[in-house]
């Protein structure tokens, strides 16, 4: 089970969200995500042994994305730089896409940071975050005085 902690800032956000996207006209929307940025879909799930995050990163390098550390929080980013170009008889066209992206994810207490791994294959960032593991306690007898 994921753990999500209590974000006071969230319903500011969301709201901050939904106003700039009342007033986006979608024509111009379209071409300005293609310089500001864009936001990749992640998908997580947790097994037996650990939680596992994926990323779905079409058109970015496995050099361009950066998986990070800092204070039980595992922060993804990078940047995706497409270029297409389309070359023929009387007709030349060149699309740019380029965006820095960022999601950051607040690690659950029971997850062992050092042994974290991450690998890139086809488009698809996988993050497998191993849990640690939890020693049998003995029960304790407390004597009565």
Known sequence: ?????????????????????????????DTLSNVTGFTPSVNTREDKDAYHVEVDLPGVKKEDIHVDIKDNVMTISGERKTK????????HKI??????????FTLPENTDADAIEAKSKEGVLEVVIPKLKK????????EVK
């Open 95 to 104: 699309e740019s896409f380029y965006g820095r992206f960022q999601r950051s």
């Open 84 to 91: 297409k170009e389309v070359t023929e008889k009387d007709y």
């Open 135 to 142: 020693a049998e306690k003995e029960t304790k007898k407390i």
């Open 1 to 29: 089970m994921l753990l999500t902690r209590f974000d006071p800032m969230k319903d500011f956000r969301d709201l901050e969200e939904r106003v700039k996207a009342a007033f986006q006209v979608p024509a111009l929307s």
